[in-house]
């Protein structure tokens, strides 16, 4: 028996460890996946010609316009992912870049293995941001502490949210 115990110490730092580390993971997924939609975002604005061009003959989003999609895609690829790396909003930015990572996905016919491979990557990441919320390293946190219950903003405590 005399051994069990500094097994239990050790298990019981390691899992603090990994604690709190999770609002590290939180905040690493978070950048990961706003740097891809954000670049994204700019690629298109640096070329906005080219970008009505391939809403137009590319990208078959179902029921906008062309135009409107190029606009209101461009806009959440510049916004969402700012939102989601500060983690304001960040479940709703999550949702948001989902369903448009899943309108993508849809949208564009042409999309190779790789390409769907890494769509389903980023949605992985963004579902489990949504549900388990940007975590400690977060502006909602800070909001939380400041409302004077850190976590109000998550319907449960979990790893991610301490």
């Given at each position: 028996m005399n051994g069990i115990r500094p097994l239990a110490d050790w298990v019981s730092v390691a899992v603090?460890?990994?604690?709190?580390?999770s609002p590290v993971l939180s905040l690493a997924m978070r950048l990961y996946v706003a740097n891809v939609f954000f670049r994204a975002g700019l690629t298109k604005i640096q070329s906005w010609d080219?970008?009505?061009?391939?809403?137009?003959?590319?990208?078959?989003v179902p029921l906008l316009s062309s135009e409107l999609a190029a606009y209101l895609g461009t806009?959440?690829?510049l916004v969402a992912p700012v939102l989601l790396a500060l983690g304001l909003g960040g479940r709703l930015a999550a949702m948001v870049l989902f369903a448009f990572?899943?309108?993508?996905?849809?949208?564009?016919?042409d999309i190779s293995p790789a390409g769907v491979k890494d769509?389903?990557?980023?949605?992985?990441?963004?579902?489990?941001?949504?549900?388990?919320?940007p975590a400690r390293l977060s502006v909602?946190?800070?909001?939380?502490?400041g409302l004077g219950r850190a976590g109000s903003l998550a319907p449960h405590d979990t790893p991610l949210e301490r």
């Open positions: 603090r460890g990994i604690e709190f580390l080219s970008t009505l061009a391939l809403f137009e003959y590319e990208y078959a806009a959440v690829e990572n899943t309108v993508a996905v849809i949208s564009y016919p769509h389903v990557l980023w949605g992985w990441l963004l579902a489990v941001i949504f549900f388990y919320g909602d946190h800070l909001i939380a502490r």
